[in-house]
Nanobody
Framework: QVQLVESGGGLVQAGGSLRLSCAAS????????????MAWFRQAPGKEREFVAN????????FYADSVKGRFKISRDTVKKTVGLQMNSLKPEDTAVYYC????????????????????WGQGTQVTVSS
């Protein structure tokens, strides 16, 4: 089982920036994190949880939702075992609870954008963007 702890949320004005971080620990079945894909999802009030971005631990390959492409950047630090989400040009519609997630599953970009593909989740961190 992988444990994930998010940090870095807060209140920011539209157009501003925030950086989220997710600390990962634990291993499953003797595997290292090199087999994992890490992701950020978000859930706004009254809406379903949606995919934001993911990164393949082994080689850093990334994939983004269209709504954040060009504004957000996901990265991983293999030494510190953290996953970051740099969020720039924030909009009020980015307001949500942001969750870090991990999976050992392999699949297409579309498959790894599904909530159901992920096995472990953090507790979430609130991001609020004021207009």
């Amino acid at each position: 089982q992988v444990q994930l702890v998010e940090s870095g949320g807060g209140l920011v004005q539209a157009g501003g920036s925030l950086r989220l971080s997710c600390a990962a620990s634990g291993r499953a079945s003797g595997r290292t994190f090199s087999t994992y894909t890490m992701a950020w999802f978000r859930q706004a009030p009254g809406k379903e949880r949606e995919f934001v971005a993911n990164v393949r631990w082994r080689d850093g390959t990334t994939f983004y939702a269209d709504s954040v492409k060009g504004r957000f950047k996901i990265s991983r630090d293999t030494v510190k075992k953290t996953v970051g989400l740099q969020m720039n040009s924030l909009k009020p519609e980015d307001t949500a609870v942001y969750y870090c997630a991990s999976t050992e599953a392999w699949g297409s970009e579309q498959t790894l954008a599904l909530e159901s593909s992920y096995e472990s989740w953090g507790q979430g961190t609130q991001v609020t963007v004021s207009s």
